[in-house]
């Protein structure tokens, strides 16, 4: 009887529902094909981010400090990157290569500047795991500082939610700050990586 019941209650809701969607879909017309097309033309054509991204390409040296505790004097290391634009101008990659809690590490990223969403997206991979981590977020007026949050599974269970602030200082010098915080603790800076070209 109960389950009958669920069935005539979702059947009223459905048949209550159906004209309101129907009407929707009469008042959306289709696109013209041609004006589709141009729409996916603009949201493809990189613009300032990516001439601002393309500036950025060559090589790095980085000086890295990492906070493993709040208060306590960081780790300081040393290491390379390797910049490059992909795919005709529309993506920064970055290959990274360096320490991390003493140990060597090597990562990956991939920065975009989404045209559709109007948002700043960054994927990193490295050798700490083996999972993909995404970041996206917004820039400033300039688009000197990009803004970017997102979060991650830890080892022991919950998850740690990460804010970075990337200054592109100017074309030989750039600053990446990381703070963090654990299980929806209070955020703490973490790490902080400054870039010099390479002369």
Request: glycine content about 10%; aromatic content about 8%.
């Amino acid at each position: 009887m109960r389950i009958s019941s669920l069935v005539l209650t979702s059947l009223c809701l459905m048949l209550a529902v159906s004209p309101a969607l129907a009407k929707d879909q009469k008042e959306q017309k289709p696109m013209d094909p041609l004006a589709m097309m141009e729409l996916w033309k603009q949201a493809a054509t990189p613009g300032e981010p990516h001439t601002l991204f393309a500036t950025l390409v060559g090589s790095w040296t980085t000086t890295t400090k990492e906070w493993m505790e709040p208060g306590k004097p960081p780790m300081e290391s040393t290491g390379t990157a390797e910049s490059r634009m992909l795919m005709e101008g529309r993506f920064l990659h970055q290959e990274f290569h360096g320490q991390m809690m003493g140990q060597p590490f090597t990562g990956m990223s991939i920065d975009a500047y989404d045209n559709i969403r109007k948002k700043y997206v960054t994927v990193w991979v490295d050798t700490r795991g083996t999972g993909v981590f995404i970041m996206e977020g917004i820039g400033s007026a300039d688009g000197k500082t990009i803004t970017l949050r997102g979060s991650h599974a830890e080892p022991g269970g919950g998850t740690m939610a990460h804010r970075a602030i990337w200054k592109i200082i100017d074309a030989d010098h750039q600053l990446v700050e990381m703070y963090s915080a654990h299980h929806g603790r209070k955020e703490t800076k973490m790490m902080e990586i400054t870039y010099t070209r390479k002369q």
